[in-house]
């Protein structure tokens, strides 16, 4: 039998714990409960074992966890009765159609917490990363990330390598050398990516404006939707450790299941990017001093094309 507290010990003396077998519930469990609803999702990656070590580990405890399967590519039910003693609520949603990206934002409108945290499923974050959201998001009415992108000045290709690199576009990872995450201070950035906080009232913002397409891009309509219906922007954290990290295990990111590899993925998002700009008034950080023409008493941007190969 493993307790809580046994479990609690392995992951912070950095020990791997890739199972809990018999896991018991511990009333000892002083940790502060989070008004927090977090939203995994399974398709076909095999992280969701390390995702609710990871969630067990917190400083904090999570008040529920929802997890959404897409079709029938992982067995995961012997993985989630092993976990279900050690969480307030642990609750799985089965679908046989993938919903993809957009699937677990529109079940997020049933969330009945004050906060909604959605994590990727190549995610895993360190142990103290879900309290520091909770913190920030209050400190700073902000969605919280781990890692972001800012948008240059009139390019909607942000994603798309050039002779430069992702300098200053990419934030909180793609760091030479570091297998997590990583950032030097708390940094506003156009949209998220990976790991998304918020408090739930702000998905009704989000489903106000129908989405550019269903196949790629909900983490730019979620920033973008908030800043422009709510002026909420969106921040990746400072991560300089492994318990502050918001993903500890970034390579997961690189399989072939990764969307960035989707021979459309840059034109589908270079199209959602100038939807949000031209026909609902979003305002890349980078673009806010070249506004140019009226609609009442708004500026509206307007974008010259960069013919594509």
């Known amino acids: 039998m493993i307790n809580f507290k046994t479990f609690l010990f392995k992951r912070s003396s950095g020990k791997s714990l890739n199972s809990v077998e018999n896991a018991e519930p511990v009333s000892e469990d002083n940790r502060e409960i989070v008004d927090v609803t977090i939203i995994l999702n399974i398709w076909r990656r095999k992280y969701l074992n390390e995702q609710l070590a990871s969630l067990a580990g917190q400083s904090v405890r999570p008040k529920s966890i929802w997890i959404i399967q897409y079709e029938n590519h992982i067995i995961s039910q012997e993985v989630i009765d092993r976990y279900k003693a050690l969480f307030v609520e642990l609750v799985t949603i089965r679908s046989e159609k993938n919903l993809k990206y957009f699937g677990r934002f529109s079940i997020a409108i049933n969330v009945d917490t004050k906060y909604t945290w959605l994590v990727d499923d190549d995610v895993i974050p360190g142990s103290e990363w879900l309290e520091r959201c909770v913190n920030k998001c209050e400190s700073l009415n902000s969605i919280i990330s781990c890692t972001g992108r800012i948008i240059p000045k009139d390019n909607c290709r942000p994603e798309e ?3 430069t690199g992702y300098q200053g576009i990419y934030y909180g990872d793609l760091i030479p050398g570091r297998l997590r995450n990583y950032m030097e201070e708390d940094t506003r950035v156009d949209y998220a990516c990976n790991s998304y906080f918020f408090k739930s009232e702000w998905i009704s913002a989000y489903w106000s404006v ?4 269903f196949l790629s891009g909900e983490d730019i309509h979620l920033c973008a939707t908030l800043k422009s219906a709510l002026d909420v922007g969106t921040t990746v954290l400072k991560q300089v450790g492994e318990s502050d990290s918001g993903n500890i295990k970034r390579p997961y990111g690189w399989d ?3 969307s960035w590899r989707g021979s459309d993925f840059i034109d589908l998002r270079e199209e959602i990017i100038r939807y949000h700009i031209e026909e609902h008034n979003w305002r890349p950080l980078n673009w806010l001093a070249e506004c140019s023409g009226t609609v009442g008493d708004e500026n509206v941007i ?8």
Do not use: D, H, L
């Open 302 to 309: 307007s974008i010259e094309r960069t013919p594509t190969a």
């Open 256 to 258: 072939r299941n990764a």
């Open 210 to 213: 129908w989405p550019k397409t």
């Open 161 to 163: 390598r050039t002779a």
